[in-house]
């Protein structure tokens, strides 16, 4: 089944929930979708679906920031990075975009990530990632399988390289596709808007680590896992919120309260188009 007939067939079983394949940006803010001039090949009352390049789409669902998905198909497998929040068949909406085989990765545990994973009958997540107090986890009855850094996910003339990137979780993963040039970040750096799970100096180093790892595979952008907006993890973007949690660390800044930040983090800061939420036992 070649990719135009893919769709055809989307577009068939479908066809009372998906829009014209060129949206434009005017439709973009129902349900604080991201900006994106993209095409559309599949929309549904949980989730829209676009295409950003070549076998390659993005799934955004309505629940919780824009919470998304990324399907990468090579020649012979697709690989699915998170699941979402609350997305009826997930997986028969997976085959109507590729007819390949899927394996399910997972950036991290959080809800919005892998709120889905019922639909799959196995799922990798990094070792602390697997949380089994965790709703998703805890009702699932697949198979769990523990990522390694610098695990590939060979999919046919497209590898998948995993990155370990502790900060928003100590079990956040990053998944680099270099022969596109780009990778799918989750929510470890929070597209500029940082909820930190663990402490700022693992953040910090993680942030570090990242950016030597993307020069070296010449990685130009990471797509991340909630958008608001247009805000890819860009090297500059990486750095510049690295920076802000060592102003942080140092004293350099002074966050502010919080008192209805999600998670526990009571305070905030606050520098340009960047935020990161913490609490005064991660400053160290």
């Keep these: 089944m070649n990719h135009f007939h893919k769709i055809l ?29 993209a095409e559309v090949v599949y929309r549904g009352p949980d989730v829209v679906f676009r295409k950003l390049g ?15 998905m990324y399907l990468l198909e090579g020649k012979s497998r697709a690989l699915l990075i998170d699941t979402g929040a609350s997305i009826k068949d997930l997986d028969k909406i997976v085959k109507c975009i590729t007819d390949k085989p899927v394996t399910v990765v997972l950036t991290h545990s959080h809800g919005d990530h892998s709120g ?17 107090s965790g709703r998703a ?21 497209r590898t998948i390289e995993v990155l370990f990137a ?3 979780t100590s079990g956040s993963a990053i998944f680099l596709d270099p022969s596109m040039k ?39 952008i990471m797509y991340p896992g909630h958008y608001f907006g247009d805000n890819p993890d860009t090297p500059e973007r990486i750095s510049a919120i690295s920076s802000l949690a060592e102003d942080i660390l140092s004293g350099k800044v002074k966050g502010t309260a919080d008192p209805e930040g999600a998670s526990g983090h009571t305070l905030v800061v606050r520098k340009g188009n960047l935020r990161i939420n913490y609490s005064s036992e991660r400053v160290k």
């Design 54 to 68: 070549d076998r390659t789409w993005m799934g955004s669902g309505h629940v919780i920031a824009s919470e998304t």
């Design 137 to 157: 986890f805890r009702n699932y009855s697949g198979s769990v399988k523990s990522l390694s850094d610098g695990q590939k996910f060979d999919l046919g003339g």
């Design 9 to 37: 067939v989307a577009a068939s079983l479908f066809f009372a929930m998906v829009c014209s394949a060129q949206e434009s940006r005017e439709g973009n803010a129902r349900y604080f979708e991201p900006v994106l001039d």
């Design 182 to 220: 780009c990778g799918f970040s989750g929510s470890a750096f929070g597209s500029g808007n940082l909820n930190l799970g663990t402490d700022l100096s693992t953040f910090i180093r993680t942030a570090k680590n990242t950016l030597s790892v993307m020069k070296k595979k010449k990685i130009r």
């Design 116 to 132: 889905n994973i019922g639909c799959f009958p196995e799922v990798w997540v990094a070792p602390e990632g697997n949380s089994s």
């Design 166 to 168: 502790p900060g928003h």
